[in-house]
């Protein structure tokens, strides 16, 4: 008994975490959007209102995950692939995708937009679990269908363009693969051409090498690509110890753009100080660690790889949006999970907690069914 109330409180402090984080984010994104909300739609709730109706049903699907079977999932990753991929490439078609600054990152659904890159991120993440779970050592020539979809996903959110989420992904699948045991020679033979791309991608985009420069100097362009970062500099330094107080946030006045979403933590940082920040931080680290341990203590290898990629997903889009945010890493759009504004986003980060905790509880009854017999 005291062994099955121990899995049940880890469960739930995972869940919690997740939900708090949510409710959080909509507090932060009220505070961030309410001034250009106000002026842009005449509403200081826009966002707040369609990030809290997302949130409904993000946590909707939380819970009706736990009743998917794994095992299913494994045997449809290819159809699961193969869905996200023309998710992707509809983002293209005229009258269907939408472009927003340049960049065609979304479907009209009509009632609202979604966003296929945060969906083909879990997707990939399921497929190269199935893949994984096939060999107990990895081999190269077992490695090519995980290179051709990565290629295939990575190849299209480049497209639109989205470098950022490109490098998450990108980060993801070597940690799978390192976790799958794909020898250190592999890794030598896939860092070439991914650094040469890389090294390319940056140089036949102008804007690209303009951000990099940002990068190095932001004061070099201060109200060109150097911008943002100087601004979240002001809204980070400002903030101090223990922040200016919640709401009390000076850059949302139309100082910092992307406040409710690629750059939310800079107000939180503002409002909150260095010490919120820490706060909140340790709650991902909290979702981390428990994601590892459920994938450490999964009755099958699919489980725990799939706990593994999801989990990963998780810490390193947190990690690149705090590196951003910070000025660690060229400046670059990327979500911060459950707190930055989106519904496609938030959906699919709560499924991906209802599909650990889906991990945990077989993994409970598992263990108990073991020691009863």
């Not at 692939?81 to 479907?107: C, D, H, M, Q, T």
């Not at 820490?278 to 979702?287: A, G, R, T």
């Not at 390193?316 to 504004?341: C, D, E, H, K, R």
Request: hydrophobic content about 55%; aromatic content about 12%.
């Amino acid at each position: 008994m005291a062994v099955e109330n121990k899995w049940k409180i880890h469960n739930k402090l995972l869940v919690f975490s997740a939900i708090f984080l949510a409710l959080f984010g909509l507090v932060m994104q009220y505070s961030a959007s309410c001034y250009s909300a106000e002026r842009q739609f005449g509403d200081a709730f826009y966002y707040v209102k369609k990030q809290a109706i997302a949130l409904v049903f993000a946590i909707v699907v939380l819970y009706a995950v736990k009743f998917i079977k794994t095992a299913w999932l494994k045997k449809w990753r290819y159809v699961i692939l193969a869905f996200s991929a023309i998710l992707l490439a509809l983002v293209f078609v005229p009258k269907i995708g939408v472009e927003n600054y340049g960049a065609k990152r979304w479907i009209n659904l009509g009632f609202t937009t979604m966003q296929p890159s945060d969906v083909a991120k879990f997707a990939l993440v399921i497929f190269i679990a199935g893949c994984l779970d096939k060999k107990s050592s990895l081999k190269f020539k077992n490695m090519i269908p995980i290179l051709i979809a990565t290629t295939l996903v990575c190849g299209l959110i480049m497209l639109e363009p989205n470098m950022s989420v490109t490098m998450c992904v990108g980060m993801v699948v070597l940690i799978m693969l390192f976790v799958g045991g794909c020898d250190y020679k592999h890794f030598l033979v896939m860092a070439v051409p991914v650094v040469a791309g890389v090294i390319a991608l940056i140089l036949i985009e102008p804007y690209r090498v303009k951000r990099l420069m940002a990068f190095i100097d932001p004061w070099a362009s201060p109200l060109g690509e150097g911008y943002q970062l100087i601004q979240s500099y002001y809204a980070l330094g400002s903030g101090g110890l223990f922040g200016l107080g919640l709401f009390n946030s000076r850059q949302k006045y139309l100082f910092l753009t992307f406040s409710e979403s690629d750059f939310i933590l800079s107000i939180v940082g503002e409002e909150l100080g260095f010490v919120g920040l820490v706060l909140v931080l340790c709650v991902f680290i909290i979702i981390t660690a428990q994601g590892l341990k459920i994938a450490k203590n999964a009755d099958n290898r699919f489980d725990s790889y799939l706990a593994c990629g999801i989990t990963s997903v998780i810490a390193i889009q947190t990690l690149l949006n705090v590196a951003v945010i910070s000025g660690s890493i060229p400046p670059t759009g990327i979500p911060l999970p459950f707190i930055s504004n989106g519904g496609t986003s938030l959906v699919c980060f709560m499924a991906g907690i209802g599909v650990l905790e889906n991990i945990a509880s077989k993994s409970q009854r598992g263990y108990l069914n073991h020691k009863i017999y």
